[in-house]
């Protein structure tokens, strides 16, 4: 029991962008499949797996408490990691032969997207943390997930479709890049001063406070594009 006690405490501590070991671990299996080793792609893919459903039963644990909140709750942008790491299963997946389950996982990545960037698209302002690039990062991967798909089915609509979340991609790599605090390039968390660490790390609802970069002033809150006035 102390054990398990152990690792929920452990667990509840993990920033949202943990999330983003589900990314990593996604795009390596699609990189070791690419060079030819087949093997190691499906281990990397059942990992990526495990991972991406321990993220579902701490989500499925933690929504009562995020209801309570209200719609206008604060969520920072590691928020739409889990929509990145969806969409990066579902592309190894669907390269690995399984149509169906990337079918699956891409409706679930856009509804995800849909409803979390809203949210998250609220908070954006300027000297925000490497974090705000998730909003490119996880429409880029919608965009990967659809265009996999698309080619493998043959289907028109759906590469239409990822043609316009690839598009929007970039519109909201514009929109971080005004919003990037410039300063996390030499000061940020990370081994290397990173520019996508966060300072400080951001929490889910229910694991703490979020707090923005170190000589973040609080401004008020806007609707997008925040970040050129």
Known sequence: MSGTSALRTWWSQRPPATGAAVMATGILSVGLLLAGHRVLSRIALALTAAAWLGLVADAAVRAPGWRG???????????????????????AAAVQGGQS????????????WAV???????????????????????????????????????????AHTALVFFWLGLVFYVV??????????????????????????????????????????????????????
């Open 69 to 91: 909140r209200g719609a206008d709750a604060a969520l920072p942008p590691a928020a739409l990691t889990p929509v990145a790491a969806t969409a990066a299963l579902g592309t």
């Open 101 to 112: 389950l990337a079918k699956a996982l891409l409706a679930l990545s856009v509804l995800l």
């Open 176 to 229: 971080g890049l005004r919003c990037f605090d410039l300063r996390q390039v030499t000061r940020g968390r990370g081994t290397t001063g990173s520019w996508a660490a966060d300072s400080p790390s951001p929490r889910w609802p229910g694991r703490g406070s979020f707090s923005p970069p170190t000589g973040c002033t609080s401004g008020t809150t806007t609707t997008v594009p925040p970040c050129g006035a």
């Open 116 to 158: 979390l960037l809203v949210v998250v698209a609220r908070r954006w302002k300027r000297r925000m943390a490497g974090t705000v690039f998730l909003g490119c990062v996880a429409t880029e991967g919608i965009a990967l997930l659809g265009a996999v798909l698309a080619v493998s089915a043959g289907v028109a609509w759906l």
